[in-house]
């Protein structure tokens, strides 16, 4: 460290500042990075410009460079030239020591400077290049390589410039290096550079560089970020690179990785799955050494994992396992079937559209392994979808052209109606929950009532055969003769089942991927049998090769890139929902990059007509890996994270809400004492809207008095007098929205609609542009009301817990279910006990009530154990009760059709009070808190009385007006949760709305 060495360091480092603040980029690296010789020449042809000019010449270069003689920079040099020629007289004279120079200290000062106000926005820091250049000296490597690692942090456009600077010799350079302390620092550089730019992967493994991440992983002194931040380059190495994947083998890591599944972090239990997958995606060797190493087994253990990204990485990673095989032997179908049959079992009903998508790929890469045997399936389904469409015996061999293949919903429908016609006797076909393929050994044969034998819905109520048009019915099969389900193995209809269940998901993504996935092996089938029927030889499989294990074609495996620009067709984005805490409430918060998804109509049939004569589709693919890299690509240093910006708009947006919200408690406070004192009444009408079709269920704002009105398959929003939005909820034909809730109302809320084949969907953004966050099947046993013939059915019923962010749904099915909406997966079942179907749901401070059918109310203690939850059953009903709340001070209100309405102690078994209407109800509902419940009744009225005496409030006819009409036949009403209001939806289409007066 000379005088002479360190000015020529810190020339260097300001004429490669010089020019790369000047020069346009690729003239920066053509001249200053590509070569030492021509890097060294234009160095010196930058300062002997600046000398030159001093003296009136003009230097002249090839090619032309701007003018960089007055650049600011010179005069720094000037500074250190000046400091390093002061010390020259104590050296010669004194033989002093030389004292350093102070430039790299003040320029690392100067980079931090401009990183606690750097932004996009702004010019980039013109210390940026020295800052590269101290990464070689070790006295400020560990000062520079953490500035470097912040500015990085700030985003992809921050490792661009950084590149283009020349970074990357630098920090391949430092991997050689042993200094523990360095290792965060590095390993975080690395995973920013490798999320936006993946092709560095070769560098990486051509100089051995990768092994420097190995250890990182293996380091037990790394904190578990750290950690994730090796596995992600790891993955990074590894993702579709063939000798990548060679070194990661020969270098264990399936080992270490599968030893590292225990830790605690979702992110990098996430990237430990997802490594894997990389790894053997495509790789036989990699597969082999993952089964010695019972690598699914391992990975199976996160299926159940809390995070949805977590267990989404998990199925792709099962996936690519199964798609990795080569060469097919009894050994790996038999291991894949497991697999796949598992997967099937655990993940069909999870809540999170990100996994199902992964489960949709990973039964692609099943039915590409045994292309024959699922095409012979869906050969027979198809001829007995047609047989029973046309009633004749005719095949679909001599009409292959103009065939089209029946959706899962289509099939619902005619199977029900075929057993409408019928009546009851035969054998019971499989029902229950999508678990039934638990209970479905391989050996076992499903099979269903022939069509002559008499069956179903007669003893709907008490045989499963009312399970018949239901989504668990697709998923085993139970909906199909014995013409399919008695001829193929299980396990295939393990598969088509899931497929279809899939096809009719209630995320219009995750329902059209599977039915790309039907329609091409549907297709694949037709084109074969075109081919056969063209050269005159037709040859149906044996039963014999229906159950063989014959080698099948090369399965289609989609290509995941990282990336900015991720492929338009079904670009995926998660709708996870996280737990957050905000203003001293449990709130229910969404990504703000979620993408807008309009429901649609995707249930459409798909015709043969669309495909190539070739036979070829295109594969289904996910962008999931694209979307999981963009972490590390986002801002990841959050010190102080948990600080709020008092001065942000989101900030100043919230304290609004939260100020409403009091001002909102507070007047409804003063209403219900005025109702409780007799001075108030709730006879104001604040408008009657006419809608396209009869309104089925309202629910109110509990801050606003925003009312969503739900028809039979569309939701609308009544703001003041008028729709103010309207959008259809995509459900199916045959399906109905039975229940609305809205959730994390203290803030922007979300709202959700469950209808009655037990699909649930939630939006947000429904006060203006509504966007569908994510739908799952809650209950899948749910038959829709359209179909369930006589047996009577209230749907699917929701209830909301804010605190818990939990969701509970019970219906016309033997449990009522208990979601967890910030993991999507599902709590537990509380076993009902009961044959009737549930009818209403309320829930308090940690006590579940339900109604049902035949008049019993019951009380579940959620957090026990399902066995032990019901505390208490009421049975002083003798019909069905139609609306249930429980208030305050451990007040639970029930009302039921024959106009009785008891007030309960959940404390005691009897009731408290019991107030008589003398009219049989309509339609009844009771106010979450006032003391008063509404009535519609025969006399063709909405009374409202009082809860104390049960005395009539007052009556409401008429339509206010001049020439008011007579209210229509109401059969819906809502009070508001939180104000003295209450609207009506009648069947000639007409929603009114009332609200409190003093008088």
């Not at 209970?439 to 045989?463: C, E, F, N, Q």
């Not at 179907?837 to 059918?853: H, I, N, P, Y």
């Not at 009731?911 to 003398?918: G, I, P, V």
């Amino acid at each position: 460290r000379t005088m002479l060495g360190e000015l020529n360091w810190i020339f260097t480092a300001i004429t490669d500042t010089i020019a790369w603040n000047t020069l346009p980029r690729d003239t920066f690296q053509k001249l200053f990075r590509q070569d030492l010789l021509v890097a060294s020449l234009f160095r010196n042809f930058l300062l002997a410009e600046r000398i030159m000019k001093s003296n009136d010449c003009t230097p002249v270069s090839q090619p032309k460079l701007p003018p960089t003689h007055q650049h600011p920079m010179w005069e720094a040099w000037d500074l250190a030239v000046d400091i390093c020629l002061s010390q020259l007289k104590n050296i010669l004279g004194e033989e002093r020591t030389y004292v350093p120079s102070s430039f790299f200290e003040e320029q690392l000062t100067a980079f931090e400077v401009w990183l606690s106000h750097g932004c996009e926005e702004r010019s980039p820091p013109e210390q940026l290049p020295i800052v590269l250049q101290v990464l070689l000296s070790q006295a400020h490597r560990l000062r520079a390589l953490d500035l470097l690692g912040r500015f990085l942090d700030l985003g992809p456009w921050a490792v661009n410039l950084a590149l283009s600077v020349g970074i990357f010799p630098y920090v391949l350079k430092l991997l050689q290096s042993s200094a523990r302390e360095l290792r965060p620092l590095l390993v975080f550089i690395w995973a920013k550079i490798l999320a936006v730019d993946s092709s560095c992967q070769q560098d990486l493994v051509r100089d051995q560089s990768h092994k420097y991440f190995l250890t990182v992983l293996q380091d037990p002194a790394m904190l578990p970020q750290h950690k994730t931040w090796a596995v992600f380059v790891l993955s990074s190495v590894v993702q579709g690179y063939k000798q990548g994947q060679d070194e990661a083998v020969a270098g264990n890591l399936i080992s270490i990785c599968l030893n590292e599944m225990e830790e605690a972090d979702p992110v990098f239990r996430q990237w430990l799955a997802i490594c894997l997958g990389t790894l053997w995606d495509k790789h036989e060797e990699a597969r082999l050494r993952a089964t010695r190493c019972n690598a699914p087994e391992s990975l199976e253990a996160l299926l159940v994992d809390p995070a949805p990204e977590v267990r989404a990485a998990a199925v792709y990673a099962l996936g690519t396992f199964i798609n990795s095989c080569s060469e097919r032997t009894e050994h790996a179908n038999t291991l894949d079937q497991n697999i796949a049959t598992r997967l099937l079992q655990k993940m069909l009903e999870d809540g999170s559209p990100l996994v199902r998508k992964e489960l949709v790929v990973t039964m692609q890469y099943v039915v590409n392994s045994f292309p024959n045997n699922f095409m012979s399936l869906m050969r027979a389904i198809a001829e007995e979808d047609e047989s029973a469409s046309a009633g004749t015996g005719s095949t679909m061999l001599g009409k292959a052209s103009s065939m089209t293949r029946v959706s899962s919903e289509d099939k619902l429908s005619r199977q029900m109606m075929k057993q409408r016609r019928s009546v009851a006797g035969g054998p019971p076909s499989l029902s229950g929950s999508v678990t039934e393929l638990n209970r479905m050994g391989d050996s076992s044969i499903l099979t269903t009532p022939k069509r002559g034998r008499k069956s179903v819905i007669g003893l709907a109520g008490v045989g499963t055969q009312h399970h018949v048009a239901s989504l668990a019915s697709l998923a085993s099969m139970a909906c199909y003769g014995p013409g399919v389900t008695s001829k193929f193995k299980p396990f295939y209809l393990r598969v088509v089942g899931g497929l279809m269940v899939l096809e009719r998901d209630p995320d219009s993504e995750v329902g059209t991927m599977a039915r790309q996935v039907l329609d091409t092996i549907y297709n694949k089938m037709v084109v074969a049998e075109r081919d056969r029927k063209g050269s005159g030889v037709f040859r149906s499989l044996s039963q014999a090769e229906l159950h063989s294990v014959s080698a099948p074609g090369s399965p289609a495996k989609p290509s995941f890139l990282l990336g900015e620009s991720p492929p338009g067709h079904n670009t995926t984005l998660p709708a996870s929902l996280s737990k957050s805490v905000t203003g001293g409430q449990h709130s229910l918060t969404l990504p703000s990059d979620l993408a807008s998804r309009p429901a649609q109509a995707w249930m459409a049939r798909s015709s043969v007509s669309d495909i190539a004569e070739d036979g070829k589709e295109q594969a289904v693919r996910t962008t999931f890996l694209a979307w999981s890299a963009k972490h590390f690509s986002s801002k990841l240093m959050k010190l102080g994270e948990d600080m709020v910006d008092m001065e942000s708009e989101e900030y100043w947006a919230k304290q609004w809400l939260y100020e409403r919200n009091e001002k909102i408690k507070q007047r409804a406070t003063a209403e219900r004492n005025s109702m409780e004192e007799g001075s108030g009444r709730l006879d104001v009408q604040l408008g009657v809207v006419k809608i396209g079709q009869a309104p089925s269920v309202l629910a109110y704002s509990p801050y606003t008095s925003s009312l969503a009105v739900a028809t039979r398959d569309s939701i609308l929003l009544v703001r003041d007098k008028e729709v103010s939005t309207s959008w259809g909820n995509g459900n199916s034909r045959v399906s109905q929205i039975s229940s609305l809730e809205f959730c994390n109302s203290h803030e922007r809320g979300l709202l959700v609609a469950g209808s009655d084949d037990g699909c649930v969907r939630v939006w947000r953004g429904w006060e203006d542009t509504p966007h569908l966050v994510t739908g799952w099947s809650l209950l899948p046993e749910l038959v829709p009301q359209s179909l369930a013939g006589s047996r009577v059915s209230h749907g699917l019923q929701l209830a909301w817990s804010q605190t818990g962010q939990m969701l509970v749904g019970a219906g016309d099915a033997k449990t009522v279910r208990l979601w967890d909406c910030s993991a999507e997966v599902r709590l537990g079942d509380l076993p009902t006990q009961s044959d009737s179907c549930v009818t209403a749901l309320d829930m308090d401070k940690g006590v579940l009530a339900a109604s049902f059918g035949d008049g019993q109310i019951k009380l579940f203690d959620y957090r026990a154990p399902p066995t032990s939850a019901r505390i208490m059953a009421f049975r002083e009903h003798k019909q069905m009760v139609l609306s249930l709340k429980m208030q305050e001070n451990g007040k639970l209100v029930s009302g039921c059709t024959d106009g009785v309405v008891k007030v309960w102690d959940i404390r005691k078994q009897s009731s408290m009070s019991t107030l008589e209407t003398n009219q049989p109800a309509v339609s009844l509902d009771i106010h979450q808190s006032a003391p008063v419940f509404a009535v519609w009744t025969s006399t063709q009225n909405i009374s409202l009385h009082s809860l104390y005496e049960g005395k009539v409030l007052n009556q409401i006819r008429y339509h206010e007006g001049l020439l008011g009409n007579r209210l229509g036949p109401v059969n819906c009403l809502r009070f508001h949760p939180t104000l003295v209001q209450l609207a009506a939806g009648s069947t000639d289409c007409h929603v009114s709305r009332y609200s409190y007066r003093r008088y």
